[in-house]
């Protein structure tokens, strides 16, 4: 089984519709992470998490929120969809400072 | 701001040829600088790091050259076979932290 898991793997919905990624890693590490990514532009950090009571914003968290139900999962959500948000989002875990980060199999997200 | 500038976007390499990718990053606070490869359809998965300590790192047909003083680093894939096609992303990490910034990815075909 996955490490880490990212439902749904492809999601098409409209513009202004709510939508939710979910996260779930059995890996037992602290650290997690949403990145998108787009061609062209790489990997950036939406928003991250080093324990369950602790978020914090990366470089592009504006239109996204997210929510650490549990060490194991990491939602991320997008309040009022927009086209602009149309990418391959990923999710991502670490075990501390100086671990790599593994990531999950992404989600492709399409607004229309 | 880019912190992780990488070039090329694109590269078509033939079997048995040296693929080079190149990063250059502004941010001296930097000091972990992994390599991650993502195949079609999956995550991003670490590939090789190197810490500024040294100036070269190998790993099988993979290597790693670090600059300091010039803040560039480079990725070497000897013998490139068919199967190493994949998008190659840079990334820099700030000392005690756990924060990546990626570079904009590369792109790699080979050819045979």
């Known amino acids: 089984d996955a490490d880490v898991t990212q439902t749904p793997r492809n999601r098409i919905t409209k513009t202004g519709k709510r939508i939710m990624l979910e996260c779930s890693q059995t890996k037992g590490h602290d650290r997690m992470y949403w990145y998108r990514q787009d061609p062209g532009l790489g990997l950036r950090l939406i928003y991250y998490s080093f324990d369950v009571k602790d978020i914090n914003k990366g470089e592009i968290s504006d239109g996204y929120s997210v929510s650490r139900q549990a060490q194991a999962k990491f939602s991320l959500s997008l309040e009022s969809a927009i086209p602009n948000q149309t990418a391959l989002y990923f999710c991502?875990?670490?075990?501390?400072?100086?671990?790599?980060?593994?990531f999950g199999p992404g989600t492709r997200l399409t607004v229309l | 701001q880019q912190q992780v500038k990488q070039s090329p976007q694109s590269l078509i390499v033939q079997k048995g040829g040296i693929s080079i990718i190149n990063c250059a990053y502004e941010n001296t606070a930097f000091d972990y600088f992994p390599w991650y490869q993502q195949f079609p359809g999956k995550g991003p998965a670490l590939l090789i790091a190197?810490?500024?300590?040294?100036s070269e790192k190998k790993e099988g047909r993979f290597t790693i050259s670090f600059n300091k003083s010039a803040k560039q680093f480079s990725l070497h894939i000897m013998d490139s076979q068919p199967g190493d096609s994949a998008t190659y992303f840079c990334a820099a990490r700030p000392g005690g932290g756990n924060k990546l910034t990626f570079g904009t990815g590369t792109q790699l075909k080979v050819e045979l």
């Open positions: 991502a875990t670490s075990g501390g400072s100086a671990s790599e980060q593994f």
């Open positions: 190197i810490r500024p300590d040294v």
